[in-house]
């Protein structure tokens, strides 16, 4: 298919959502009358409302390492059941917040894992440098330095879409030092050719992730282009976008990072060069209904068909496709997602000294 064709296709595909949205919209709540929010305010707690224990860790060697124009790099974590037998880490995606594992975070921590998830730069309570280079490469580095600086060998890593990017990334270029891989929706595995990534080069732009978004809009991205089970209670995800479009400079910065992130994430030869080369169990579970990987403008696909090449150049991995799931299975249909990962960790053959407690009840507990 021609770029030409292409983006004819994709302003073709976003008309169409938009007219959808009308449809299938209904009415729908307005927070336009609520007062900004910042990035600091962003609520982190579990769905009975118990604050996370919010952390940070400092990073210098990153600045240096990239060349930064600031010294210091502080980067937000949370960190639940500190003494758990075996540690997870949840690593979001794109335009996310660790606090988009909400389903997870204290299921997991109930199952007997010591659980972790973090902002990534340019997301959430972490800085959002502009001298950061936003690669996959240089966010998998933030991600090792917390669990260098934590003292934590061979985690489970549990990354959704860009998160499954840079977890690839890490694994591939640090042998041994993850102990399993739950790529969720992953980005990283679909091929681009030199025309498409000059493509994505030019169109990726701050107006183009979001920056001039209508309220109307963004119910229609999340609803029709995001999710398959869309529900009230998730509402958060719109009013918490809304508020933070009017919070000033950090948005616009956070907005930099994502056409950034966009960029780098096109760029996936290295990734799937070296899938054949991975040696650490691996769990390959999608939402079956994805409206976003693969790039269905560009060259079409399903996301089924790209996660089942994935699952055969893994040695010994494990595919889980989830029905009338869309691109964000762990808020779409988290039980369903949370039954397919504890069940797999349940009898993989993960490293770990002992196993962790109650994974097939945890599952069943509301929110898990």
Not at 47 to 63: H, K
Request: a positive charge; hydrophobic letters at 45%.
């Amino acid at each position: 298919m021609s770029i030409a064709r292409s983006r004819a296709g994709v302003g073709r595909g976003v008309a169409l959502a938009l007219a959808l949205v009308g449809l299938g919209l209904g009415c729908v709540p307005s927070y336009r009358g609520a007062p900004p929010l910042t990035f600091a305010q962003l609520p982190y707690r579990s769905l009975q409302g118990r604050a996370w224990p919010l952390s940070y860790f400092v990073s210098t060697a990153l600045p240096e390492r990239y060349g930064m124009r600031t010294p210091r790099l502080r980067v937000a974590f949370v960190e639940l059941n500190p003494k758990g037998a075996r540690t997870i880490v949840f690593v979001h995606g794109m335009s996310a917040q660790l606090r988009h594992w909400q389903y997870q975070l204290d299921a997991f921590a109930a199952a007997g894992f010591r659980v972790l998830a973090l902002d990534l730069p340019g997301y959430g309570k972490s800085d959002k440098p502009g001298s950061f280079p936003y690669t996959m490469e240089a966010l998998a580095d933030v991600l090792l330095e917390l669990l260098d600086r934590q003292a934590i060998a061979q985690p489970i890593v549990v990354g959704h879409s860009m998160g499954g990017h840079l977890a690839l990334s890490l694994a591939m270029r640090h042998p041994g030092r993850l102990g399993a891989l739950v790529l969720t929706n992953s980005a990283g595995l679909e091929a681009f050719s030199r025309r498409e990534r000059a493509w994505f080069e030019k169109v990726t732009t701050i107006g183009s992730m979001g920056g001039s978004l209508s309220e109307y809009a963004l119910w229609g991205t999340f609803r029709l282009r995001l999710f398959s089970r869309w529900r009230d209670e998730l509402g958060w995800l719109i009013e918490e976008r809304v508020r933070l479009q009017r919070s000033g400079a950090e948005f616009e910065q956070s907005l930099y990072a994502m056409v950034k992130c966009v960029r780098s994430m096109s760029q996936t030869e290295f990734t799937r060069q070296h899938l054949r080369r991975l040696a650490l169990p691996t769990l390959i579970v999608f939402g079956a209904d994805d409206r976003l990987i693969p790039n269905a403008e560009l060259h079409g696909g399903t996301t089924r068909g790209l996660m089942a090449g994935a699952q055969r150049e893994i040695r010994g991995s494990t595919l889980v496709g989830l029905a009338r799931c869309g691109h964000m299975p762990q808020l779409d249909c988290p039980r369903e997602y949370n039954r397919a990962v504890l069940d797999w960790l349940a009898t993989a053959r993960v490293q770990q000294a002992t196993r962790p407690r109650a994974l097939a009840a945890a599952a069943e507990r509301p929110g898990a």
